[in-house]
């Protein structure tokens, strides 16, 4: 039973990826025990999210790697090029070691945007746990403005308000300006899907529910073996379910990136139908 399904879980793996352009794509990694020359050691399972030309989520791909470097996002990435991954526009994900280099290495062209939800988690590590829940409502405001150039006026005043009793912070907020808000580059009616990991981490929840059984892997088979599974049948639900994103709204969101006009209309809205 464990050949049978291996045989399809590396077809899976190693199958083209036909579905593109693939505009947006989500990237993340999970910690997973396995037991390696007589001890328990972690490992890193890397998974790729893609929306496809269909407007369908599909799995990209996973690899299990040593560590969370950019040597491993670097590997991961090519192979996924050579697959056919192409026409990534913006590419979302946590601040993980190397992974915005070797994005810049394997697609060039595709901007970052960097997980606001792991970033505010950071971000309040830099103000007393009292100023905490201040800093969060205020740097939330950042994302409520409706307009680009009103998202990126409110973080100015965010990063001025924080400068008198937070200095660091303010500082922190300011460098991270540029990945924090990549999003603004595209319509505004689907910016709650791409302006963070959280699609991605809610799928990883069900990824550990199945893999939290298991504990401790015997060999790296077995972890590709079970989270395989796993991903071929979330992928198969996405076919069949509704599109993340409508056919129009894709068309139109590469049209706005190259003629940069991010403005988004009131048709747009209708074109998402998650």
């Given at each position: 039973m464990s050949k049978v399904l291996d045989e399809q879980v590396q077809a899976f793996r190693n199958r083209p990826l036909e579905g593109g352009p693939y505009a947006f794509v989500w990237l993340d990694a999970l910690t997973q025990k396995v037991r390696e020359g007589g001890r328990t050691v972690n490992v890193h399972v890397l998974v790729a999210t893609g929306v496809n030309a269909d407007g369908h989520r599909e799995i990209l791909g996973v690899e299990v790697a040593s560590a969370e470097d950019g040597a491993g996002w670097l590997a991961f990435l090519r192979a996924l090029v050579a697959r056919g991954l192409s026409g990534v526009q913006l590419v979302i994900s946590d601040a993980h070691t190397g992974l915005v280099e070797a994005v810049a290495s394997t697609l060039p062209g595709a901007a970052w945007q960097r997980c606001r939800t792991h970033y505010l988690r950071n971000l309040l590590t830099k103000v007393p746990r009292s100023a905490q829940p201040w800093v969060a409502t205020l740097v939330r405001t950042i994302f409520d403005q409706p307009a680009a150039e009103e998202v990126h006026a409110q973080h100015a005043r965010v990063v001025d308000s924080l400068e008198a009793k937070h200095p660091e912070a303010a500082q922190h907020l300011d460098e991270a300006r540029d990945d924090l808000l990549a999003f603004t580059a595209f319509p505004r009616q689907v910016r709650r899907q791409i302006w963070?990991?959280?699609?991605?981490?809610?799928?990883?929840?069900?990824?550990?529910?199945?893999?939290?059984?298991?504990?401790?892997?015997?060999?790296?088979?077995?972890?590709?073996?079970?989270?395989g599974a796993v991903l071929m049948e979330q992928t198969d639900e996405w076919t069949e379910g509704r599109r993340y994103m409508g056919l129009e709204f894709l068309a139109k969101a590469r049209l706005r990136v190259i003629d940069g006009d991010c403005s988004g209309d009131e048709t747009d809205q209708q074109a998402i139908t998650a």
């Open positions: 963070s990991n959280n699609p991605q981490e809610r799928f990883n929840k069900e990824i550990r529910r199945r893999t939290d059984v298991v504990g401790i892997f015997p060999d790296r088979t077995a972890i590709i073996r079970l989270v």
